[in-house]
């Protein structure tokens, strides 16, 4: 199983970084996908910076809406690898956020939201960066973060404009589960992050 440490510091630049985010379920090259992880006594930050030349960013009555069809970076978190309790952060360029509780298979409660989350969008020539922070403690309290360890998987959504105007999904996972299609809400899509 994968890991990534998360050192704790207050300096992004001294986290590390991790670019393994890949398509495997296409015959493409990824753009360039970094993200990092870091923490102090109270908080876990992270951020995503995404090479992307085609920034889909569809309109939507509802902050949900907008996040789920737009080039977007993902983040779940889970209980244990039952996937009895996950939660899933589902954020965009422009800072909307899709948010949800969930269980193994796909049974998400759209009423939950992250108690605490903190998010800094940033859209710029060539791509985007997504930096947020959680609350320790939030973690703590949905029984993510147990001991220094959490269940955790990182996900990009790369979407761009055919020719025809139509919108093609594509989809990036850091820890490639090896499903058939596309899916990030399985186990084997998870890894660990590690707090030191």
Known sequence: MKHYHVHKTSNANEAALLTDFTFPWEDRVAPRTEFRAWHDEVRLFFRFDCVDEDLVLPDGATAKERALGAD???I??????????????????????ADYAARFYREIDWSWSCEG??????????????????????????????GSEMFAGLYRAEFHHRPDGS???????WVNPGTEKPDFHVPASFGVLELK
């Not at 779940?76 to 956020?97: I, K």
């Open 72 to 74: 977007r970076v993902e």
């Open 76 to 97: 779940f978190l889970a209980t244990d690898l039952s996937l009895q309790r996950y939660f899933g952060l589902e954020m965009s360029p422009r800072g909307d956020v």
């Open 167 to 173: 919108v093609h999904s594509g989809w990036m996972p």
């Open 117 to 146: 989350l903190v998010l800094e969008p940033e859209i710029r020539e060539g791509g985007y960066t997504v930096s947020g922070s959680i609350p320790l403690e939030v973690l703590r309290g949905l029984g993510v973060l147990r």
